[in-house]
């Protein structure tokens, strides 16, 4: 079946810093995958998403590109800020699905101090 | 920008007690969605549900579980029977149709804890 696994948290960074959340999958098919982000007190949001192999989706300055020969998709940002304090979730989409539904990974929480 | 609502935030029950969670959709998505999160564990999807029924179900969503939209505008999640281990955040979410429909938009869940 399909599974996310993603890096363990929490991660704590300093503001301006780099982050890494690894973030690999398992499925059949040719999945779409995607980043969620939960900041505190709110909903999971979409923060990106990638759709075929290669393929980088990027928003806010965050950055991840599908690669389908380690069946990764990490999400990076050169320099973070406190405002990107939030629960970040990987996951992936089937590809043979007909009804939509996603397959996450645990979220990996991060703080990022001043 | 329009948002899923969810209510109660927060859940306190007796197991074997039934409860109802809450959900405004946006409202022109037609794509309906529970998944649930205990504690450490990952995010799981519950069921999905388009024109009035239900298009996938998780092994998770047994007989003790049940949803239903019961006019324009809710969408709900009954657990007849709760027990100890449906204790977890439980996120409503829906989507556009079409193309549009890789989007989820969540709501900020509901706490459900069964003593």
Redesign the interface.
Known sequence: GNS?TQMEGPVTLSEEAFLTINCTYTATGYP?L?W?V?YP??????LL?A?KADDKGSNKGFEATYRKETTSFHLEKGSVQVSDSAVY?C?L?DSG???????????TLLTVNP | EP??T?TPSHQVTQMGQEVILRCVPISNHL?F?W?R?IL??????LV?F?NNEI??KSEIFDDQFSVERPDGSNFTLKIRSTKLEDSAMY?C?S?EAGLD?????????TQLSVL
């Open positions: 996310v779409s995607f969620y939960q007190g709110e909903g999971l949001q979409l998403k759709t979730f996951a989409r699905g007909s009804n939509y539904k996603l397959t996450f990974g645990k979220g | 948002e899923v969810q794509y969605y998944y999160q450490g564990q990952k995010v799981e999807f999905s388009y298009s996938e996120f979410a989507s429909n890789e989007k989820l938009f969540f709501g900020s869940g």
